[in-house]
């Protein structure tokens, strides 16, 4: 009893042990191949980064080391393959000639997902890389259509793969002519035949001749076409000849030619030699399984077994797999005879196909589900997308109304100070003319003075002057002794030169200048506020009493059209008054001027005098002896001057 429990114990110790230690070696290997894959990649970065290769080289060596782990039967994760493929990235988005590697960087991504089933991810990557073909300018690079296929193939749906095949005949058959001519690139008709292998398939199975034969020759032109323009990229040249190979051999199987279908192996199996430079390790999984079905068909058990044990050690490449190895031992074993052992295995392959449906169902459960929230979230994405662009388009209509709205208020201060600068500008200038107009009016009293003066001097003393020469004549002629005749004539003739000159002075002083006519001075201040203040924008009232201003002199009119002008401007510049009222009038012995208008008022600095306008009026009545009072109120401003008049002057009145 003991013996057998120790004995038992000892066995399972064993198994445990072994187990233990092929765990270990498995996963000793696994991070062998993971560090003999980082560094692979990160030898071919260094010598990118030290120069010793070329960014054209280093795509071209990176992506051929990816495809040749791939026919090794190396799966990589996404974020594995990713970090593996950085510095790639990196080269094909950030250099812009070299924007074309970004297909070959998705397509990587797109080989490891559909070598190895994982449906969804080859689906999102031929969106990826029809994407950057749309970029390009090409609208339809068959990626999509081409793994729809193989996913249908594999689900053995030939119907859906006709269905896809269908709807893209006319443009698969106008590829030969455009591959010709140059009009679309090669890998897009590489694609083509990829999309026509499983259709080709598909009418196999519906046994349909005609469109087998149809489909294969649209293969065979298009193949040809691509040769037409060898030499072409490597890879694109071995695949594009195995998949006529393929074709071939499809079409020999079909046709029961199954010793020409074996020649076409052969032929398969010479790519490997004439394409030595490339991964061709994909090569050997599907020429073991296509030698299965042609020893199956030449009924050679022998060689049928072989390859069968090379199948069962070869890489696993995908879950239908294990299915397909029984599904081969039970052909080997009804090909014996052995109907038992046959019905064994394919009782194993339907289980294993069961298993396979069932984690395809898990797959499509978990792929419809994550399409459905991925739609709802991409819905509310595009609501939240649509507020977010809602409350953007507002913010941009805000502000650029608040910047018309600051923009429309700017140039109405600019308009506004441009109008007030030109009003004052006017005003000035109609100020200086008026003043030079008192300045003349000024020398025209001087002149008349003058006139008076010749007048006087024409009228008396050139008058007496005369009498007094005549006088001397007559004596002169009396005068008997010549002596004093000669003396008197003397003096006669120098009277007569005086006389002669004082004359010559009066008209010259008379005939000056012709008198100008001199405007009132109510005329003058209308004038100036006419230019100054405009009709249309204020309302004036003028009134003067010009008998108050008749012995006014020239000196005090022209020192109250300036002040006049200076509060003009005030009014303009800061009280944005609509009324304006100038009055002028004589009260006792002073002369009143009052300038009043409805506008804002002035603040308690300003109503102070502390503006150079009012400093400029203080200081002009302050030189004439007079005074003067600032009122202002929020309804208006009121200044009163009072200058003193001359006492006979002010008698007058």
């Not at 009893?1 to 110790?13: A, D, I, P, T």
């Not at 090409?138 to 999509?144: A, F």
């Not at 995908?318 to 074993?333: I, N, P, R, T, V």
């Not at 510049?573 to 002035?602: M, P, Q």
Request: hydrophobic share 40%.
């Amino acid at each position: 009893m003991n013996h057998k429990f120790y004995s038992s114990l000892k066995r399972l110790l064993f198994f445990l042990c072994s187990f233990l230690f092929i765990f270990i070696q498995a996963n000793k290997a696994n991070g062998q191949t993971a560090d003999r894959t980082q560094t692979e990649f990160d030898q071919l970065a260094k010598a990118y980064k030290t120069g010793s290769l070329k960014a054209e080289e280093y795509l071209i060596k990176a992506d051929s080391l990816t495809h040749q782990l791939l026919s090794e039967g190396r799966n990589f994760e996404t974020k594995e393959l990713v970090n593996f493929l950085s510095l790639y990235e990196e080269i094909a988005w950030s250099i812009p000639k070299y924007s074309y590697a970004r297909k070959s960087y998705y397509m990587l991504f797109f080989n490891n997902a559909r070598m190895f089933k994982k449906k969804g991810a080859s689906m999102y990557y031929a969106e990826k890389i029809t994407e950057e073909y749309k970029r390009e300018g090409e609208h339809n690079p068959l990626l999509e259509q081409l793994q729809k296929c193989k996913i249908y193939q594999e689900q053995r749906l030939y119907d859906k793969v006709i269905a896809v095949f269908e709807k893209e005949r006319e443009y698969l058959k106008s590829l030969p002519e455009l591959v010709r001519k140059d009009k679309i690139d090669h890998s897009i008709a590489l694609n083509a035949m990829y999309v026509l292998s499983p259709t080709l398939m598909g009418y196999m199975k519906k046994n349909d001749t005609v469109e087998v034969l149809k489909t294969a020759n649209l293969a065979r032109q298009i193949g040809k076409a691509i040769q037409s323009k060898y030499p072409i990229g490597r890879s694109r040249m071995l695949y594009n000849d195995l998949l006529m190979i393929d074709i071939e051999h499809s079409l020999a199987n079909f046709q029961k030619r199954y010793d020409v279908a074996a020649k076409e192996l052969g032929r398969m199996e010479k790519l490997k030699t004439t394409y030595k430079d490339q991964a061709t390790n994909f090569i050997d999984i599907n020429l073991v399984r296509m030698r299965i079905e042609n020893f199956f068909n030449l009924k050679k058990p022998d060689s049928l077994l072989a390859y069968i044990k090379r199948y069962e050690s070869s890489p696993n490449f995908g879950k239908s797999q294990s299915a397909d190895l029984d599904e081969f031992k039970a052909k080997l074993q009804a090909l014996k005879g052995n109907y038992k052992e046959a019905y064994n295995y394919i009782s194993d392959a339907l289980q294993h196909e069961r298993n396979l449906q069932g984690t395809l169902m898990a797959e499509t459960s978990d792929l419809l589900y994550a399409y459905t929230q991925a739609e709802h979230s991409g819905i509310e994405l595009q609501k939240a997308e649509k507020t977010k662009q809602d409350r953007t388009n507002w913010l941009i209509i805000i502000s650029i109304s608040a910047s018309v709205l600051i923009l429309i208020i700017y140039l109405t201060m600019v308009y506004r100070s441009r109008k007030a600068k030109i009003q004052i500008e006017t005003l000035n200038n109609v100020a200086n003319m008026q003043i030079i107009a008192m300045e003349e009016a000024k020398h025209q009293a001087v002149r008349d003075e003058q006139q008076r003066l010749g007048q006087d001097l024409h009228d008396g003393l050139s008058a007496s002057i005369a009498a007094f020469t005549h006088q001397l004549e007559v004596l002169s002629m009396d005068v008997a002794d010549v002596t004093l005749r000669d003396k008197f004539i003397s003096l006669r003739v120098n009277m007569a030169k005086t006389y002669e000159a004082v004359r010559s002075k009066s008209h010259d002083w008379f005939n000056a200048s012709d008198k100008l006519q001199e405007l009132s001075f109510e005329k003058q201040v209308k004038l100036l506020t006419d230019h100054a203040l405009p009709n249309n924008r204020y309302h004036k009232m003028i009134h003067i009493d010009d008998h108050s201003l008749v012995n006014v002199d020239t000196d005090t009119r022209i020192a109250l059209l300036r002040i006049i002008q200076e509060a003009i401007t005030n009014i303009i510049k800061h009280a944005k008054a609509k009324n304006v009222d100038i009055l002028i009038y004589s009260e006792e012995n002073s002369l009143i001027l009052t300038i009043s208008d409805d506008g804002i008022g002035l603040d308690e600095k300003k109503s102070s005098g502390n503006t150079i306008g009012l400093d400029s009026i203080r200081r002009r009545i302050q030189y004439l002896n007079g005074e003067t009072t600032i009122n202002s109120t929020a309804k208006g401003t009121e200044i009163m001057i009072s200058l003193p008049l001359v006492a006979p002057y002010a008698d007058l009145y």
